[in-house]
């Protein structure tokens, strides 16, 4: 299974753009990267999945380098709201492979 | 229905008692699993459930006892349970194995 290492905390200001990195070096040829969010005392959310390139939703967008060893989540013009920790996944899609979560980084958003 | 729904929220226990946590779902799902999350810790992946059969255990102790009476309930019973085991227990489902997670909101466990 490949091991992701995320900062374990990150601070920043409403209004702010803001970039999460996540380092997967032996990420395999047919894992995905997926984001989820966490709010305390709540499971984890479904944020964002990508494969390579980048990938943009409604609430953030995905960017992967061509050599997939990282991945980095942009969360644009963050509120007070967006303060949870968030996790960075990495995994095969429909098969025998666990979903096992890291540390994730603890973001902090101030007024 | 896009909810996965745990009964109860909070639950306190003593070391001999027997009860069990519930997870319920209508999106069709055929993957449902169990994680443990201690407070400020990660999730970790307890059981995963695949068409009704058990596909994971992680090594877990024998006193949680999964299972899976039909493809929309997963119960987890609990059985002489320690201190150590007070957490937050989180149940998710997913379209297939290993696709997007869906979490309910979890069953915060106290083992006195």
């Known amino acids: 299974l490949a091991k992701t290492t995320q900062p374990i905390s990150m601070d920043s200001y409403e209004g702010q753009e803001v970039n999460i990195t996540c380092s997967h070096n032996?990420?395999?040829?047919?894992?995905?990267i997926t984001w989820y969010q966490q709010f305390p005392s709540q499971g984890p959310r479904f944020i964002i999945q990508?494969?390579?390139t980048k990938v943009t939703n409604e609430v953030a967008s995905l960017f992967i380098p061509a050599d997939r060893k990282s991945s980095t989540l942009s969360l644009p013009r963050v509120s007070l709201s967006d303060t949870a920790v968030y996790y960075c996944?990495?995994?095969?899609?429909?098969?025998?492979?666990?979903?096992?979560f890291g540390s994730g980084t603890r973001l902090s958003i101030r007024p | 229905d896009t909810e996965v729904t745990q009964t109860p929220k909070h639950l306190v226990m003593g070391m001999t008692n027997k009860k069990s946590l519930k997870c319920e779902q209508h999106?069709?799902?055929?993957?449902m699993y169990w994680y443990k999350q201690k407070a400020k810790k990660p999730p970790e992946l307890m059981f995963v459930?695949?068409?009704?059969?058990?596909?994971i255990n992680e090594s877990v102790p024998s006193r949680f006892s999964p299972e899976c009476p039909n493809s929309s309930l997963l119960n987890l019973h609990l059985h002489a349970l320690q201190p150590e085991d007070s957490a937050l227990y989180l149940c998710?489902?997913?379209?297939?194995?290993?696709?997007?997670?869906?979490f309910g909101s979890g069953t915060q466990l106290s083992v006195l």
């Open positions: 990508g494969y390579k």
């Open positions: 032996n990420i395999a040829t047919n894992d995905y």
């Open positions: 459930y695949s068409y009704e059969k058990l596909s």
């Open positions: 999106m069709g799902h055929r993957a």
């Open positions: 996944l990495v995994g095969v899609r429909s098969s025998a492979s666990k979903i096992i």
């Open positions: 998710a489902s997913s379209q297939e194995l290993d696709e997007k997670l869906f």
